[in-house]
């Protein structure tokens, strides 16, 4: 086996030079299933991936296998709009968020791998005193609860984002916005793969086409699960599988307040620099950043009927991009690249699932639905916590199942700037 | 882009309509549990495959309807009236 645990830096890049870049390996093991481990990840998406990292770097468990169905970072990992951010309302999700990125504001140091962090900036448009109104609350919950947040005037918005229509007569007028100077933009593929990285330099397992097609139960407990490559055994099981929870779920036996639908992005043409922050319009329901190749990143809304496709409707599509063009009126000639769909796990209060199931041994991770990609690191965090020590991470306390029973939701469905 | 066929208007383009989600879902008694009220009003199957689910025609009749449909391929496969049985 070759060795996988190389360390990057500019001396091995510098050394890399002098031998025509011949020394480069794998930045991680490929592996297949053995027969049992302590603890099995279902899913090797980011959270999957991150979860399996931290069990090993946190907590010392590296008897650990990721077991992912298609590719790493394949799923909604590869699929999102790539923007990171902690701009909730709640004081629970803002601890939540807010952990995540400054986790990844070291999260290049700590896997030695550049997820190309770029904290340019979220813009969050306001079209109508409403607007300013709902926003200056916004603003202030954000600070309350230790997150950076400031108001921006219609002068501020136009200085940050020249290309934005500030006429008199635009079809959505810009009063002003909300900006979160620390969100940003990070590079998804990386994260998958740093995390992937670090995971398997610890001694975990990450296998790729490995299917669960059901879960072994024992004396009323979860001691392993049946895949496409056999038979593995585990002490613990955790679902990471986003818009596939309830798939997993029925295989094992339990209902989850989640509904899998739908959610589009697309991208330009590369073009040179003209937007230096991610803009957000929850009234078009679009967001829109440039990536560091060039391309327009556009992100739609929900695509509002139950779906495991992986393809948005046109209709919605077309509507964003309306939408859009009505706020960059320069964009009109910019041909459309790529447009396509990831399947996000929506639950009604907008807030995230992590936690035990009703059943000994398995938990679970989802219900992150539109927005996962930000949430990456701190859902491995937690869910390791959790699979390592049997305890709830404090940060993950309010984030049970059981709370759609008690009716203690925490309902984020506005607070997550997006009417989705 | 879907083309589902309202029992009143016919055949109609995705957005002219509102889905409504899971359809004919029982409500339990009031003196259920928060357990059973808790099933009721948020846990799904939220199937892979052949769903039953409510639509409205919210830009035509404003008429509810059911239909089933699979969530993988979008195929509507059926469609029959709220207080009809599934086919």
């Known amino acids: ?420 | 882009m879907m083309q589902l066929k309202c029992p009143w208007c016919g055949v109609r383009d995705e957005p002219e309509f509102v889905c409504g989600g899971t359809t004919q879902i029982a409500r339990p008694d009031v003196a259920c549990s928060d357990q059973e009220w808790g099933e009721y009003l948020f846990f799904r199957e939220n199937p892979k495959g052949v769903h039953r689910e409510r639509w409205r025609h919210a830009y035509g009749c404003g008429q509810w309807f059911n239909i089933v449909r699979s969530t993988l391929t979008h195929e509507i496969i059926a469609v029959y009236g709220m207080q009809e049985r599934p086919p």
Not at chain 1, 48 to 75: D, M, P, S
Not at chain 1, 317 to 341: E, H, I, K, V, Y
Not at chain 1, 364 to 382: L, S, Y
Not at chain 1, 400 to 409: A, E, I, K, M, V
């Open chain 1, 1 to 420: 086996m070759r060795d996988t645990k190389q360390k990057y830096s500019v001396w091995t890049l510098l050394q890399g030079a002098a031998s025509r870049h011949r020394q480069w390996t794998p930045a991680w093991r490929d592996a297949q299933p053995k027969p049992a481990y302590d603890v099995i990840i279902v899913g090797g998406g980011g959270h999957g991936l991150a979860t399996a990292y931290y069990l090993a770097k946190n907590h010392g468990l590296t008897n650990v296998a990721v077991l992912e169905r298609g590719w790493i970072g394949g799923g909604n990992t590869g699929r999102n709009t790539t923007i990171v951010r902690s701009n909730y309302l709640y004081p629970e999700s803002a601890r939540l968020y807010d952990f995540s990125l400054k986790l990844y504001e070291n999260l290049s140091q700590a896997l030695n791998f550049n997820i190309m962090l770029s904290q340019r900036g979220l813009i969050v448009l306001a079209h109508s005193r409403h607007d300013l109104e709902s926003m200056s609350r916004w603003a202030n919950a954000m600070r309350m609860n230790g997150v950076d947040a400031d108001l921006l005037t219609r002068e501020q918005v136009r200085h940050l984002a020249p290309a934005l229509d500030m006429s008199s007569n635009a079809r959505y007028p810009i009063l002003g916005g909300l900006t979160q100077a620390r969100a940003g933009t990070a590079r998804h593929d990386a994260v998958a793969w740093g995390y992937a990285r670090g995971a398997s330099a610890l001694g975990v397992d990450i296998v790729q086409n490995c299917e669960v097609r059901g879960f072994i139960e024992e004396a009323g407990a979860i001691v392993g699960v049946d895949t496409s490559l056999g038979r593995v055994r585990a002490g613990k099981v955790g679902i990471a599988a986003a818009g596939h929870s309830s798939v997993l779920a029925k295989l094992a036996g339990f209902k989850l307040p989640v509904t899998s639908y739908a959610l589009q992005a697309m991208v330009s043409e590369p073009v040179k620099p003209m937007l230096n922050a991610v803009v957000l319009s929850a009234a078009i329901g679009s967001y829109i950043s440039q990536s560091d190749k060039g391309e327009m990143v556009i992100g739609g809304g929900l695509d509002l009927f139950p779906s495991y496709a992986q393809r948005g409707s046109f209709s919605v599509m077309q509507d964003t991009l309306a939408g859009t063009l009505a706020l960059f009126p320069s964009f009109s000639r910019l041909p459309l690249l790529r447009q396509w769909a990831g399947i996000v796990d929506v639950v009604r209060d907008s807030s995230p699932i992590i936690g035990r199931t009703p059943l000994k041994n398995l938990y679970i991770n989802c219900g992150w639905g539109t927005g996962g990609f930000k949430a990456i690191p701190v859902g491995g965090w937690t869910f390791a916590h959790l699979l390592a020590t049997g305890k709830d991470h404090e940060l993950a306390e309010p984030f049970q199942l059981d709370r759609f029973n008690t009716g203690r939701l925490i309902d984020e469905a506005a607070g997550a700037g997006i009417a989705h």
